[in-house]
């Protein structure tokens, strides 16, 4: 038997949690992604579907976070990341709550290459200031430490002129290291 949870968040504090045994109705997370071979990033997107009979669930918005933990008796597992809020609408005939969220990568589209501050660098470098931003970790996989597509040196920087979202500068660092970004 798998027990979930989903816990609501405004920044760091826990705001409310919704539990398989009161309102939370369902969750479905799904990858999305672009159907090329190599140069483009997968994020998650994840639906939450919430009964609210009694419509005291109002505290959802696009300046939240969601968590879903999932478990067995006590013991929960986070295995997915942060999600961020970006829609939620009710359905004014069942009073079920429909949330949709989206992983880090959804949040690149909302920054550009200006806000890294950076003249001089190696993608490996890029990569990394762009994870900072976002607040992400960062793991190269399969990629060697020593391969010359991470550590060659952009004097001037590459062709970025700053105006472009972050989004698309890793897509392009995606094609140039021959690689898929998640």
């Given amino acids: 038997h798998v027990l979930a949870r989903v816990e ?3 920044g ?3 705001i409310d949690t919704f539990k398989h045994t009161d309102s939370l109705q369902s969750v479905k997370i799904e990858r999305l992604g672009e159907k090329k071979f190599f140069g483009f990033g997968i994020c998650q997107k994840m639906e939450v579907k919430l009964v609210d009979r009694y419509r005291e669930i109002n505290n959802i918005d696009k300046n939240k976070t969601l968590e879903i933990a999932f478990g067995s008796q006590c013991d929960y597992v986070y295995a997915f990341p942060n999600f961020y809020v970006d829609d ?3 359905d004014e005939n069942t009073n079920e709550l429909t949330i949709v969220a ?3 990568l959804y949040n690149a589209n909302n920054h550009t290459v200006s806000e890294l501050n950076l003249s001089a660098y190696t993608i490996k470098d890029f990569v990394l200031a762009i994870a900072a931003l976002l607040k ?3 793991n190269f996989g399969n990629i060697p430490e020593d391969d010359v597509s991470l550590n060659t040196l952009f004097p001037d920087g590459a062709n970025f002129n700053g105006q472009e979202r972050i989004r698309e500068a890793l897509n392009k660092v995606a094609e140039a ?3 898929i970004y998640y």
């Fill in 88 to 90: 939620v609408k009710r």
């Fill in 177 to 179: 290291t021959q690689s």
């Fill in 8 to 10: 609501l968040y405004e």
């Fill in 102 to 104: 989206y992983d880090a």
């Fill in 12 to 14: 760091s504090t826990l």
């Fill in 136 to 138: 992400v970790p960062v």
